[in-house]
């Protein structure tokens, strides 16, 4: 079974930065997808960020308009993790962030489906103060 652990989330002041970071436990599992969400109470679910993989290195990434040129989604190259990378941090931020993974797509273009993404974090706390 995939295994998806979040971590990195916390408080920060509008303008500054946070690392999160998602440790995918594939278990034999083929993701070559991974992405990030984040929810707020009483709304639904928002991708945020993705990134397909093709043969274990980054081939496409897609980036949702809310967050585009403020943060940035990668691979650890010395791990089975991926992180995104949080700058210029604004208060409508400020949800619990999911790490999410859709397995064996067939093409880069499906990796920002996000009726595609059937695994899960249980997700991690940001707040921003302004």
């Known amino acids: 079974q995939v295994q998806l652990v979040e971590s990195g989330g916390g408080s920060m002041q509008a303008g500054g930065s946070l690392r999160l970071s998602c440790a995918a436990n594939?278990?034999?599992?083929?993701?070559?997808?991974i992405g990030w969400f984040r929810q707020v109470p009483g709304k639904a679910r928002e991708g945020i960020a993705s990134?397909?993989?093709?043969?274990?290195?980054?081939?496409?990434?897609y980036y949702g308009d809310s967050v585009k040129g403020r943060f940035t989604i990668s691979r650890d190259n010395d791990a089975n993790m991926v992180d995104l990378q949080m700058n210029r941090l604004k208060a409508e931020d400020t949800a619990t962030y999911y790490c999410?993974?859709?397995?064996?797509?067939?093409?880069?273009?499906?990796?920002?489906?996000?009726?595609?993404?059937?695994?899960w974090g249980q997700g991690t706390q940001v707040t921003v103060s302004s």
């Open positions: 594939r278990n034999g599992v083929n993701l070559n997808c």
């Open positions: 990134i397909y993989l093709h043969g274990g290195r980054p081939y496409f990434t």
């Open positions: 999410a993974a859709a397995p064996g797509l067939p093409r880069a273009g499906y990796c920002y489906d996000w009726a595609r993404f059937n695994y």
